[in-house]
C-alpha cells in the first residue's frame, strides 16, 4: 500500500494533461485566426459557386410555353413518322399500320427484348401496355438513347417482325418499334415515353399527361 | 520549425531548389518600421483578387454583343444565382480599389518613395496605375447602357483632338466609323486581358520593391529607428488586420449601400440618339475629365490631362532632395498637401455640372498640380541639396 503510493507521489505530473503539450498563446492565436479566416473563404466561394447553378428563368410565361408543345399529326400517313424538339429533346412521332401494331406483339420480337412487358418505369402507366403508348397506332418516344445520351436513328431492324425500330449508331444498340431495348445491347433501358395527351384526333400535346398528372421526365429510371 | 526534414518538404525542395529561397525570401524580408499606410499595397492585392474572380465568373454570363451585352447583365442581376452579388462584388470593387490606390500613391509621394534607388517601384507603379484607369474604363463600357455609351463616345472622341491623324485614328481603333459591336467587342476583349497583364505588372512591381526594400519614414526624423523585422510574421499579420478592415468596408459598400456608386443613367440601355442630360464619369477618373472640360481647346485639354501623369513618372528626376518624408520638408509638405487638396477638388468638379465655379476650381486646381510637381517640389530639392552641401562642408574642416 506504501509502495503504491510512493509511485503515484513518484510521478505526480504523470496525468492526461501533461501529456499534451501546452498550447501557446501563439499557436491558439494563430489556429483561430486560420479557422476564422477559411470560414471566411468558404462563404466568399458561396455566391461564386451559386452562380454556377442554372439561371432562374425570365418568367413563369415562357417556362409554360418550354414545357407543353402542341403537334399536328395530321399530315403523318400511316408506316410514317416525324421528329420534333420538345424541352431541347428529340422526340419521335411514327403512325403504324395494323402490320406494325401486330408486330409489336409477335411472340418472336417478345423473346429478343429485354423488358418487352414495359416493367421499369420508362413510361407513364397508361404506356405500359402492348403497344407502348396511348393508343395504338400512334408510338411516341424520346430518341436519346439509354447508354450515353447518343440520338438513334428511326430504321426497321431487319431481322426482326417489321414493327419499326432505333438504331443507336454510337454503340449499336437497337430498339424496337415500341423503343423497347433488345437483350444484349449497350442500353440498359427502354426508350423513354414523354408525359403526353391527345388534345383531339390529329393534335398531341406533349408535356402533359391527364392520367398520370405528375409524371415527367425526373420520374423515370434513367433518360 | 524543421522543415528541412519534412519528406514533402524535401521532395518539393529537390524538385523546385527555387521554391525554398523565395520562401525564405519572403518571408525574411526585412521591414523598416513602417506605419499603417504600408498596408495598402496588400489591400490592393485583395481587392484585385477579388475583381478578378468576380470577373472571371460575370464573364460566364456576358454577352459582348450590341443586342445582348444590356441583357445579359440584366439577367446576371435579376435571374442568375447571387449574380447581384457577384457584380457587386465587381462594380463596387472597383471604388475601394481606386480608392486604395490613390491612397497608395499618396503615400509614395508623401514619403519619398519614388527616389533613389527605388525609382523602378515608382515607374512600375505608376504604370499599373494607367492600366488600372484603362481596365475601368474599358470595363465601364460593357453593360452598355446610357453612361457606358456616351461615356465611352466622349472619351473615344477625345482621341480625334490629335492633330492630323485623329480621325483615322480612332476608326482604326474603334473598328467601324461609330461606336459600335466591333467597338464593344474590342472592349471586352481588352477589358479581359488587361486582367491578366496587370496580373504580370504586379509582379513585377513586387519584384522591384524586393530588390530595394521598402522605404523608411523615419529616417529623416530626429529620432531614426534603423531596426528591421522579418516580414513574417510582423507585417503579415500588420497586413491582415488591414485587410480585415478593408473588407468590412467592402462589405459594407455591397450590402448596405449598393446604390451609392452606381448611376441611374446606365440602367437605361444605350440609344445613340439621345445623350442623357448629365454625363459624369465614374468619381476615379472625374479628375481627368475635370481637365478636359476646364480647357477650352480640346488638344489643350488631352495634352493637359496627359502631362499630369507624365510629370508624375518623371518626378524621381524633378525632386533629387536627399530627404524622403514631406514631414520633415516643409516646402514639399506645403506643396504636396495643396496638391491632396487640388485632387480632391478635381475628383469633385469632375462629378459636377461644369459651371464657371466647377470650370474655374479645376482651373485653378491644374495650376496647384503642376506647380507642386514642376516647381515647388524641385525648388524644395535645390535648397535641401544646398543645406545638405553645406552642412558636409561645414563638417568637413
Known amino acids: 500500500m506504501t509502495r503504491n503510493h510512493d509511485a503515484s507521489t513518484a510521478h505526480p505530473s504523470l496525468d492526461e494533461e501533461s501529456l499534451l503539450p501546452r498550447p501557446t498563446r501563439r499557436t491558439v492565436l494563430t489556429a483561430g485566426s486560420v479557422a476564422l479566416g477559411g470560414a471566411g473563404a468558404c462563404t466568399l466561394a458561396a455566391p461564386f459557386l451559386d452562380s454556377l447553378r442554372r439561371t432562374r428563368a425570365s418568367s413563369a410565361a415562357s417556362t409554360q410555353e418550354e414545357t407543353v408543345l402542341d403537334i399536328s399529326v395530321q399530315d403523318l400517313e400511316p408506316g410514317a413518322h416525324k421528329i420534333v424538339v420538345w424541352q431541347g429533346m428529340p422526340v419521335a412521332i411514327q403512325r403504324r399500320t395494323p402490320e406494325m401494331i401486330r408486330a409489336l406483339e409477335d411472340p418472336a420480337l417478345l423473346a429478343q427484348l429485354l423488358d418487352p412487358q414495359s416493367r421499369i418505369r420508362q413510361q407513364p402507366r397508361e404506356a405500359e401496355n402492348a403497344h407502348r403508348s396511348l393508343r395504338p397506332d400512334y408510338g411516341v418516344y424520346v430518341t436519346i438513347c439509354t447508354h450515353l445520351g447518343c440520338v438513334p436513328d428511326y430504321q426497321n431492324i431487319t431481322s426482326l417482325p417489321a414493327s419499326g425500330g432505333f438504331f443507336c449508331p454510337c454503340h449499336g444498340s437497337q430498339f424496337d418499334g415500341a423503343g423497347r431495348v433488345l437483350r444484349n445491347m449497350p442500353a440498359p433501358y427502354n426508350l423513354p415515353v414523354p408525359p403526353l395527351h391527345f388534345v383531339d384526333d390529329h393534335t398531341i400535346r406533349l408535356g402533359e399527361s391527364l392520367l398520370s398528372p405528375h409524371y415527367g421526365m425526373n420520374s423515370i429510371q434513367q433518360l | ?397
Open chain 2, 1 to 397: 520549425m524543421n522543415d528541412n526534414t519534412h519528406p514533402t518538404r524535401s521532395w518539393l525542395d529537390s524538385r523546385l531548389p527555387f521554391l525554398r529561397p523565395f520562401c525564405q525570401h519572403m518571408t525574411r524580408f526585412p521591414m523598416p518600421p513602417v506605419n499603417l499606410l504600408w498596408t495598402l499595397g496588400a489591400c490592393l492585392m485583395v481587392a484585385f483578387g477579388l475583381m478578378v474572380v468576380s470577373g472571371l465568373f460575370l464573364s460566364l454570363h456576358y454577352q459582348p454583343d450590341l443586342a445582348q451585352a444590356f441583357d445579359s447583365v440584366e439577367a446576371m442581376e435579376r435571374r442568375v444565382p447571387s449574380g447581384w452579388l457577384i457584380r457587386s462584388i465587381h462594380t463596387g470593387g472597383v471604388s475601394l480599389l481606386f480608392a486604395a490606390l490613390y491612397l497608395h500613391v499618396g503615400r509614395g509621394l508623401w514619403y519619398g518613395s519614388y527616389k533613389a534607388p527605388r525609382e523602378l517601384v515608382w515607374l512600375s507603379g505608376l504604370f499599373l496605375m494607367l492600366l488600372f484607369m484603362t481596365t475601368a474604363f474599358a470595363g465601364y463600357v460593357l453593360p452598355w447602357g446610357q453612361m457606358s455609351y456616351w461615356g465611352a463616345t466622349v472619351i473615344t472622341h477625345a482621341v480625334e483632338a490629335i492633330p492630323g491623324i485623329g480621325h483615322g485614328l480612332l476608326v482604326y481603333l474603334l473598328g467601324e466609323d461609330t461606336l459600335g459591336g466591333v467597338a464593344l467587342h474590342r472592349f471586352f476583349i481588352l477589358h479581359f486581358t488587361l486582367g491578366f497583364i496587370i496580373a504580370a505588372v504586379v509582379g513585377l512591381h513586387i519584384l522591384c520593391l524586393h530588390g530595394t526594400g521598402s522605404s523608411n519614414p523615419t529616417l529623416d526624423s530626429p529620432h531614426p529607428d534603423r531596426t528591421t523585422r522579418p516580414f513574417a510574421p510582423f507585417y503579415v499579420v500588420k497586413d491582415c488586420l488591414a485587410v480585415c478592415v478593408f473588407l468590412a468596408l467592402f462589405a459594407g459598400l455591397i450590402f448596405f449601400l449598393p446604390g451609392l456608386l452606381g448611376k441611374l443613367d446606365n440602367i437605361i440601355p444605350a440609344n445613340p440618339l439621345k445623350t442623357p442630360t448629365d454625363i459624369t464619369p465614374e468619381w476615379y477618373l472625374a479628375p481627368w475629365f475635370a481637365m478636359l472640360r476646364a480647357v477650352p481647346s480640346r488638344l489643350g485639354g488631352l495634352i493637359a490631362a496627359a502631362t499630369s501623369l507624365l510629370v508624375l513618372f518623371i518626378l524621381p528626376w524633378l525632386d533629387q532632395s536627399p530627404r524622403h518624408n514631406a514631414t520633415y520638408r516643409p516646402l514639399a509638405r506645403m506643396g504636396l498637401g495643396l496638391f491632396f487638396i487640388a485632387f480632391i477638388i478635381l475628383i469633385l468638379a469632375g462629378m459636377n455640372r461644369a459651371t464657371p465655379l466647377w470650370v474655374w476650381l479645376s482651373r485653378g486646381a491644374m495650376l496647384v498640380w503642376f506647380l507642386t510637381f514642376l516647381g515647388l517640389l524641385p525648388l524644395a530639392a535645390y535648397r535641401e541639396r544646398q543645406a545638405s552641401d553645406a552642412s558636409t562642408q561645414g563638417d568637413a574642416p
